[in-house]
């Protein structure tokens, strides 16, 4: 599976940013679809998932409330609709597709295919 990250920019506290991540070459509605993040010279973080159907999803408590993840399995994309951003929030953002078992959805190692990153600025 190939997975293109984009949406990234450079937007104000507040301001509202939606990401997608286009799949192609493989069976997307089979894989549990994650975004993580990093910041430079920090370890990537988990920020959201959602399950192969898309009945199910899980959030970071740090964007709780804040971001909502969403997959259309019909045009292979996956979206992140990030609301209230913050200057915390700011990071290079990357979509992953795996298979992990539920108390593994945040682990890194579990994901097969990443996308390049796209990045996300948050000004205060």
């Known amino acids: 599976v190939q997975l293109q990250a984009s949406g990234g920019g450079l937007v104000q506290a507040g301001d509202s940013l939606r990401l997608s991540c286009a799949a192609s070459g493989g069976a997307f509605s089979t894989y549990t679809m994650t975004w993580f993040r990093q910041v430079s010279g920090k370890e990537r973080e988990f920020v959201a998932a959602?399950?192969?159907?898309?009945?199910?999803?899980h959030y970071a408590d740090s964007v709780k409330g804040r971001f909502t993840i969403s997959r259309d399995n019909t045009k292979n994309t996956l979206l992140l609709q990030m609301n209230s951003l913050k200057t915390e929030d700011t990071a290079v953002y990357y979509c992953?597709?795996?298979?992990?078992?539920?108390?593994?959805?945040?682990?890194?190692?579990?994901?097969?295919?990443w996308g390049q990153g796209t990045l996300v600025t948050v000004s205060s």
């Open positions: 959602i399950r192969s159907s898309g009945g199910s999803t």
């Open positions: 992953a597709a795996g298979r992990p078992i539920l108390s593994a959805i945040t682990s890194i190692p579990m994901y097969y295919y």
